[in-house]
Nanobody
Framework: QVQVVESGGGLVQAGGSLRLSCAASGVTFSTYRTGWFRQAPGKQRELVATITPGRTTMYADSVKGRFTISKDDAKNTVYLQMNSLKPEDTGVYYC????????WGQGTQVTVSS
């Protein structure tokens, strides 16, 4: 059974930074393209960054230049470094494949105050 666990969220002031982690069991992240999603209050979940097995990355325009996705295959963990955070980055952050292949984890809450 595949399980993903997101962590690293918190409350931060605008302009601050956070680093999110996504650890997996029952699946090897190096096999599939993996991404970070976020869901703001009252909005649909959106894909903000992805990384391929070969480490090619893609970012939504709203986070380009501020967020960096990376992975450690040895630890089977995917990271999201978030810098220059804005209040509009507030939401629950999840990791999964772009198609939502895995059962969704509980996510990690990120709150950016102005």
């Amino acid at each position: 059974q595949v399980q993903v666990v997101e962590s690293g969220g918190g409350l931060v002031q605008a302009g601050g930074s956070l680093r999110l982690s996504c650890a997996a069991s029952g699946v090897t992240f190096s096999t599939y393209r993996t991404g970070w999603f976020r869901q703001a209050p009252g909005k649909q979940r959106e894909l903000v960054a992805t990384i391929t097995p070969g480490r090619t990355t893609m970012y939504a325009d709203s986070v380009k230049g501020r967020f960096t996705i990376s992975k450690d295959d040895a630890k089977n963990t995917v990271y999201l470094q978030m810098n220059s955070l804005k209040p509009e980055d507030t939401g629950v952050y999840y990791c999964n494949t772009p198609a939502g292949r895995y059962t969704w984890g509980q996510g990690t809450q990120v709150t950016v105050s102005s």
